[in-house]
């Protein structure tokens, strides 16, 4: 079976985020630019946040968390692998109808849950109308979800990594054109989403038949490895619940907050989803089926050495993304998203939410690197239990600080609740044994990594200042010489002092590794 190169696999699946993020970028862009802050733009954002929510109880949740290592161990011992992937195709779709036609049903509700603020005027029956439509998202979006954790699990990460590239390209052009043509922009952005769900889909479907797995749903039925995958995914999807009470606290404050509040929130979510997306997203996907594969084949030192290289790829790159955060939000929310109906008091405002959530973005990343330990060990109950704690912390800190500081409450609730759950997953990997210990690299890389990000952060806060003349002039070319001077500062500092080594990078792909 092919072997999982981890190196090259984090970059791959980075690399596709990447363009991912960046797209996400200029569809909200073209939001902020066609709706601004308005009814439209907030309920969309409800309406869309509501197959996303199911997508993680089913995709990042049941699937990714579930799934994944139990197939990745079937595929290492090559025991039937396909035949498992059917059944729980079958079960998948089955349930994720009965989900589409309720949630259909009773969207009022679902969107009363979400922004109770919207009762009683004209944003409550724009969300309930929106959420009908984009509500089947859902259904499609997961089942891609299994296709591409059979790619995963196999070590084929460049379709499943490159299909929500489509979501960003369908959207941006479904508002172009309904603008252009003299259509209502926010009909043609939600019409889009069902449309753009239904192409990714495709993807990977083609590229698992490509793969050797040419599966097709068949009527459900209950087998052994069926009722462990359902026992494992219990409490996976408990966890994702808790993930998504976290996001409704925090919308619901929001709601209640400042016109405007969800899409500030909405908008920096988008920008420090950017490197958490490419950093998180790549090892999550990456490293779970291949501690599961190692653990199956008895390689411990080999998951000991993933886990260890995985830490240190997520360092490097997230706590630079972090500073840079904390110290010029305005200057990239400017750029990305003051246009059109988008005003500077709107781009001022989303600046602090961005300020906010930098804190916690270094939390939110290292999450993705000790979960898998647990995962892939088949422990999902503890994960769970860390995140009911995590998620006391955030109701209380969102809902107390709200009284204070509005809808930045929703933003520090998640910063701080997210170091409290990394706490946790600390904590208890304690038990795993030398599998999950740091080795001598990143034990002497770790606190090098930290100097040179602070080295960056101080050299840009400086720079901003010099710059205030050319942001004046150009808001663009401003910002642009910040981050040319953040990534070269960063880098330059960092091989100097010994936090990164370039070539280790290239001789890993080699390895493959």
Do not use: C
Request: glycine share 8%; proline share 4%.
């Amino acid at each position: 079976m092919k072997p999982i190169r981890l190196m090259r696999g984090f970059l791959t699946v980075g690399g596709w985020t990447l363009m991912s993020r960046v797209l996400g970028f200029v569809r909200d862009a073209l939001i902020a630019a066609y709706l601004g802050a308005g009814p439209a733009a907030e309920a969309f954002v409800v309406a869309f946040s509501l197959p996303n929510m199911f997508r993680r109880f089913f995709a990042e949740g049941t699937l990714n968390v579930a799934f994944v290592p139990l197939f990745s161990k079937k595929v290492e011992a090559q025991d039937n692998p396909r035949g498992f992937a059917e059944d729980t195709l079958s079960a998948l779709a089955g349930l994720l109808l009965v989900l589409t036609i309720a949630a259909m049903i009773f969207m009022p509700l679902l969107v009363s849950a979400m922004a109770a603020g919207f009762i009683g005027d004209s944003r409550f029956d724009l969300a309930v109308h929106y959420g009908r439509i984009t509500f089947p998202y859902v259904l499609f979006i997961s089942l891609g979800a299994l296709f591409s954790g059979i790619l995963n699990a196999t070590g084929r990460f460049a379709a499943a990594a490159a299909a929500p590239v489509m979501l960003n390209i369908i959207l941006s052009l479904a508002m172009v054109v309904a603008h252009f043509a003299g259509f209502d922009v926010g009909t043609a952005l939600v019409w889009a989403v069902p449309v753009a769900g239904a192409a990714q889909l495709l993807i990977v479907w083609v590229a698992a038949s490509k793969a050797g797995f040419s599966i097709r749903p068949r009527l459900p039925r209950m087998t052994p490895e069926l009722k462990k995958l359902l026992i494992l995914a219990g409490p996976a999807a408990l966890a994702g619940g808790v993930v998504q009470i976290n996001l409704l606290v925090g919308r619901q404050v929001a709601s209640f907050s400042e016109a405007g509040a969800l899409q500030y929130l909405n908008l920096a979510d988008r920008l420090y989803q950017l490197p958490l997306g490419v950093v998180a997203i790549a090892i999550g996907v990456v490293l779970l089926p291949d501690l599961s594969r190692r653990l199956q084949a008895g390689d411990r030192a080999g998951a000991r050495s993933a886990y260890n290289r995985a830490f240190e790829f997520a360092l490097l790159l997230t706590i630079p993304a972090a500073v840079a955060l904390i110290v010029m939000p305005e200057a990239l929310i400017g750029v990305l998203f003051q246009r059109g109906a988008f005003t500077p008091e709107h781009a001022q405002a989303t600046a602090l939410a961005v300020a906010i959530y930098g804190l916690g973005l270094p939390a939110f990343v290292i999450q993705k690197v000790l979960q898998p330990l647990y995962f892939a060990r088949e422990d999902t109950k503890t994960p769970f239990r860390f995140a009911v704690y995590s998620m006391v912390v955030n109701a209380a800190l969102a809902i107390g600080l709200s009284f204070w500081i509005g809808y930045l409450a929703a933003a520090v609730a998640t910063s701080l609740a997210a170091w409290s759950m990394v706490i946790l997953l600390f904590i208890g990997k304690a038990s795993m044994g030398e599998d999950v210990t740091s080795d001598a690299q990143l034990r002497k890389r770790a606190p090098r990594i930290l100097l040179a990000a602070l080295a960056m952060g101080a050299l840009l806060y400086g720079t901003q200042i010099l710059l205030a003349p050319v942001f004046d002039f150009s808001r663009l070319l401003a910002t642009l010489i910040l981050i040319a001077l953040g990534i070269v500062s960063y880098f330059g500092i960092g091989q100097a002092i010994g936090a990164l080594n370039l070539r280790d990078i290239k001789s890993s792909m080699k390895r493959g590794r």
